[in-house]
């Protein structure tokens, strides 16, 4: 189970940071990521981090925004968005699966998913 939370409304320019919480012992045999999605759109990646941490992968769109790190003595994924804009506005869903790479994560649709949390971003 993937329990996702930190979301709410901020203003352009704002930072938020979203954890996402798994109910697993082999946490760490996981790659985690971070998806949203936006009515009338498809879910796209935002971020994936592979089971150590060591590699990440991030959509062109957030690049040097958002950071996504992971504990895996906390079994917790995280999302530290900065510089919110507008358009990043869009529930956000943690997911995990552990077929893959960071890289690999982020064009395929992992196992495991959690509810969502919204993210709004007022200008």
């Known amino acids: 189970q993937l329990v996702e939370s930190g979301g709410g409304l901020v203003q352009a320019g704002g930072s938020l940071r979203l954890s996402c919480a798994a109910s697993?012992?082999?946490?760490?045999?996981?790659?985690m990521g971070w998806f949203r999605q936006t009515p009338g759109k498809e879910r796209e990646i935002v971020a994936a981090i592979n089971r150590s941490g060591g590699s990440t992968y991030y959509a062109d769109s957030v690049k040097g925004r958002f950071t996504i790190s992971r504990d895996n003595a906390k079994n917790t994924v995280y999302l530290q968005m900065n510089s919110l804009k507008p358009e990043d506005t869009a529930v956000y869903y943690c997911?995990?699966?552990?077929?893959?790479?960071?890289?690999?994560?982020?064009?395929?649709?992992?196992?495991?998913w959690g509810q969502g949390t919204l993210v709004t971003v007022s200008s």
């Open positions: 697993t012992r082999t946490f760490s045999a996981y790659t």
């Open positions: 997911a995990a699966d552990q077929r893959w790479t960071a890289v690999v994560f982020a064009s395929r649709s992992p196992d495991y």
